[in-house]
């Protein structure tokens, strides 16, 4: 699908040639796409057909193409990329949640040309906590790492991203310390120039009984103060504004055509 709702780097006027693919490595308990992360909704196509998926989003005018969480079918989508890119005059983006093995993404280097990571969660306990993975700091570091490794600084043409990492962050609520602590260490661990930061305000409580701390959405307060240290450590990168926390900025997904 063309996607209107990535960073304005990413969406541009034309839209991003978003490929979503179900399933998702992570289990997170606030997901918005639910039923593709973690219900495998979907419908199952070869890598050939995946290739001319994103011949066609090049051909209906996407400014890129976009791989949202395809971490754990990359023995498929590698292949598909290796056919299509040859062929494709705009950017690779591999969208992904962060939790990603730094050898793995080895295997992606010179088919991407550009890494959209989150980094969700800077302490352990609340990875453990809301995703069952106390090691997605460490490993969603050294994923960060590689990334940056393989496609260096940021660059950009008529205002679209064409090489280089956006690290997406998610304020939650009832988590701004944490959010704090985790842009303090980036900028002592990578620097605040080598990448673009998005810091995001869109967080939407699904309702989730077992985690009532999380159903609410965040404070201006909350997001001010994660966006001011932001802005004093030296970002460069995307806010949202805090009206942009609305359940309608999930994308509605749709399988004619596959
Ligand atoms: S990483 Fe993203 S898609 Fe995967 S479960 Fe978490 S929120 Fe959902």
């Known amino acids: 699908m063309l996607h209107f709702w990535e960073e304005p780097c990413i969406s541009g006027k034309n839209g991003s040639g978003a ?3 179900s399933g998702c490595a992570l289990r997170c308990c606030f997901c918005q796409n639910e039923s593709i992360a973690n219900r495998n909704f979907g419908k199952e196509i070869s890598p050939e057909r995946l290739a001319e998926i994103f011949l066609n989003l090049q051909e ?3 400014n890129n193409v ?13 292949p598909a990329l290796e ?30 040309d550009v890494y959209l990571p989150d980094f969700k969660f800077f302490d352990s306990a609340t990875a453990q906590n809301y995703a069952h993975a106390p090691d997605y700091p460490e490993i969603a570091e050294q994923a960060l790492a590689e990334m940056l490794r393989q496609t260096g600084m940021p660059v950009l043409k008529d205002n679209l991203i064409q090489q280089g990492c956006i690290v997406r962050h998610l304020v939650m609520p ?3 310390h944490e959010s704090i602590a ?8 990578f620097g605040t120039d080598t990448f673009l930061l998005s810091l995001m305000a869109q967080y939407t409580p699904v309702q989730n009984q077992a985690y009532p701390e999380l159903n609410r959405r965040i404070t201006k307060m909350e997001y001010q103060s994660v966006l001011k240290t932001a802005g004093k450590l030296g970002f460069l990168g995307y806010c949202q504004e805090k009206s942009s926390a609305k359940s309608e ?10």
């Open 174 to 176: 009832g988590h701004r």
């Open 83 to 112: 056919s299509a890119k040859p062929k494709l005059h705009i950017p690779v983006i591999y969208n992904s949640g962060g939790y990603e093995l730094a050898e793995i993404l080895h295997e992606l280097d010179g088919l991407v």
């Open 182 to 189: 985790l842009l303090q260490h980036l900028a002592g661990t």
């Open 19 to 21: 490929v979503f693919f």
């Open 60 to 62: 209906q005018g996407a």
């Open 66 to 78: 976009n791989l949202v969480t395809a971490g754990h079918v990359l023995p498929w989508v590698i």
């Open 249 to 258: 900025y999930t994308p509605d997904f749709h399988l004619q055509g596959l």
